[in-house]
């Protein structure tokens, strides 16, 4: 076990969940959506991990994958010159944004399923969350994982009065090693975090108006429905994600 400082950063797909627990607390769903969500049954699965993946890539190199949490994923970095590496951190996030958002419209074609998860695609976001202070790096079985206060309040953040879903959010200990001096669209707020209090925390809006996607025609549906079912033949889980990262 070692004791580092550095980095800690979670990206979180914001929208599926919340969508999710209202799905599930729905009084009488219809025999014919009890079938279709029957049929196609791990779609959101599949999803979530086909846009994590695609953030993963964008930051690799830049950042180390420390961990899978379902929609979320957290990575930690030990720069030597934390304000120069975060120029590249800063641009790394804000291209994950504009990627993920990409995906999303390259993925449009699976609206063609008629099940609850591939047409609430549409309304996924990616919010980033970044701390610095010190974490330790404790070896468990094969693998290496990041922990201590600075991670707990991180995950913490998550948890906030933000009324965006799509955002990058510092942390007053991470913004002042950073330069978000060169960022415009910042909001520096203040936010009430269980167990520790107050926390100023600056805010980036990479955007000035939030992603739209527009809903497929009928028409557009059918077109895309072998596509589709194409798409989701070679199927995506947490696990292989996993697998692939050498986390298991």
Excluded: W
């Excluded at 979530?48 to 899978?68: A, F, H, Q, R, W």
């Excluded at 949490?69 to 590496?85: H, N, Q, R, V």
């Excluded at 390259?106 to 990616?126: D, H, K, S, T």
Aim: charged share 30%; aromatic share 10%; with cysteine.
């Amino acid at each position: 076990m070692s004791l580092n400082k550095g980095f800690m950063v979670v990206v979180d797909i914001s929208g599926y969940t919340t969508f999710i627990r209202a799905h599930s607390h729905t009084k009488k769903p219809s025999l014919f959506r009890k079938v279709i969500e029957k049929i196609n049954d791990g779609h959101g699965e599949h999803i979530i991990s086909d846009l994590l993946e695609t953030v993963i890539n964008e930051l690799e190199g830049t950042l180390t994958i420390n961990k899978l949490e379902g929609d979320a994923a957290l990575f930690y970095a030990i720069p030597a010159d934390p304000t120069d590496f975060s120029k590249n951190l800063i641009r790394k996030l804000e291209n994950s944004i504009d990627i993920f958002n990409k995906r999303i419209n390259e993925l449009l074609f699976i609206q063609a399923c008629p099940c609850i998860p591939c047409n609430e695609i549409v309304n996924l976001r990616l919010k980033c969350f970044v701390h610095y202070g010190d974490f330790l790096i404790k070896k468990v079985s094969r693998f290496k994982e990041i922990a201590g206060e600075n991670v707990i309040i991180l995950h913490r953040l998550m948890k906030n009065s933000i009324p965006r879903n799509e955002y990058i959010l510092f942390t007053q200990e991470a913004a002042k090693v950073s330069a978000i001096d060169e960022l415009k669209n910042v909001e520096i707020r203040t936010e009430k975090l269980d167990d520790f209090g107050k926390m100023q925390v600056h805010v980036h809006y990479p955007f000035a108006e939030e992603f739209k996607v527009q809903k497929p025609s009928v028409f557009v549906r059918l077109k895309n429905f072998v596509p589709m079912r194409r798409y989701f033949s070679n199927k995506k889980t947490e696990d292989k994600l996993k697998e692939k990262l050498s986390f298991q």
